[in-house]
């Protein structure tokens, strides 16, 4: 007769834990199993009946069964020290992350397999290194780095305008997105459907291009937009009485970036004039339109239009994105401004 094994006695606040890493789906497979071993010797299933169900041996059941009435929660986590000792000790290891940071002569970046060629390792130990490091030799991020004396008293300035208003007064982001082309297609696409993404075909046609100026009230997130053949100065200015007209009462704080156009002495001279006194520009720091919610939004038009869209002329162009903006502001919120001010981190 086999010899009887101790019942597990699970408290409740031990099926608690034993339930949640079962229903977890960011457990170990191993750490599932012998939770449920040991919940089904809870309720009196037999060795057998348990191995039979889990699909593990009996020798299995029964280790995980006796190490939790020994141990309790604690004998179900593996022994430290067990597995097979590593075969590359931590010397290759720091080469290999070494020799990832350092481009081979010639080339740009490693590849994992001329990386282990080099070194004479497996290339599987290079993979599991470098993704252990996080390090990535084959990807890069682009940085601007702004040289503007005044960053910090700009950002400051523009971040104030968001996060305090003055009163009776609006601010207001415009900016321009210029060259938005008009491509058509020779061949219609081939839709969505059960299995299968949509087919575009590789060809396309040109059929012009247009600037659009758009303002991006802050505190409702409302969008007023309006397309040029141009992008110049006489535009600008001619966007600024839209804009003007558009909200006829109180101070308006438009958040410019700096492009030449922005600063143009007919501009200066606009804004001199006694009628357009309660208009005011803040300019961004240098390389930081990033500032500027207004480009939030065109991140917004490219992926919901233009990325996609197929327009067979500038008309048609312009009349879907006439038609986006109006549908956006039935819906428009302003955005949750989040960047406080404070020197970014290194």
Known sequence: MPRPLPRTGVTDKERRVLERTVSSPTSQQRAVMRAKIVLLADEGRSTEEISRLLGVSTNAVGTWRRRFCKSRLEGLKDVPGRGRPRKHGSDIRLRIATEACRPPEGKTH??????????????????????????????????????????????AEIVGLYMNPPENALVICVDEKTGVQALGRKHPD?????????????????????????????????????TYDRHTHEEFLDFLGEVERRFPDGE??????????????????W????????????????????????????????????????????????????????????????????????????
């Open 252 to 269: 308006l704080h438009l958040i410019v970036d700096n492009l030449s156009v922005h600063k143009h002495a007919k501009v200066k001279e």
């Open 110 to 155: 490693w590849s994992t397999w001329e990386l282990a060629a080099h070194l004479g390792v497996p290339q599987t130990l290079v993979v599991r290194v470098l993704k252990a490091e996080s390090i990535k030799p084959h990807l890069q991020q682009m940085w601007l780095n702004s040289k503007d004396p005044d960053f910090a008293a700009k950002q």
């Open 271 to 346: 804004l001199d004039v006694p009628k357009h006194k309660r208009v005011h520009l803040h300019f961004t720091p240098t390389h930081a339109s990033w500032l500027n919610q207004i480009e939030i939004w065109f991140s917004i038009l490219g992926r919901k239009v233009l990325k996609r869209g197929v327009f067979n002329s500038t008309e048609e162009l312009v009349d879907q994105v006439i038609a986006f903006i109006e549908r956006y502001n039935q819906d428009a919120k302003p955005f949750r401004w989040t960047y406080t001010g404070d020197p970014l981190a290194a």
């Open 190 to 226: 081939k839709p969505v459907g059960p299995g299968q993404v949509t087919k575009r075909e590789f060809e396309y046609v040109r059929h012009g291009t247009k600037s659009l100026l758009a303002a991006l009230v802050v505190h409702d997130g409302s969008v007023t937009g309006k």
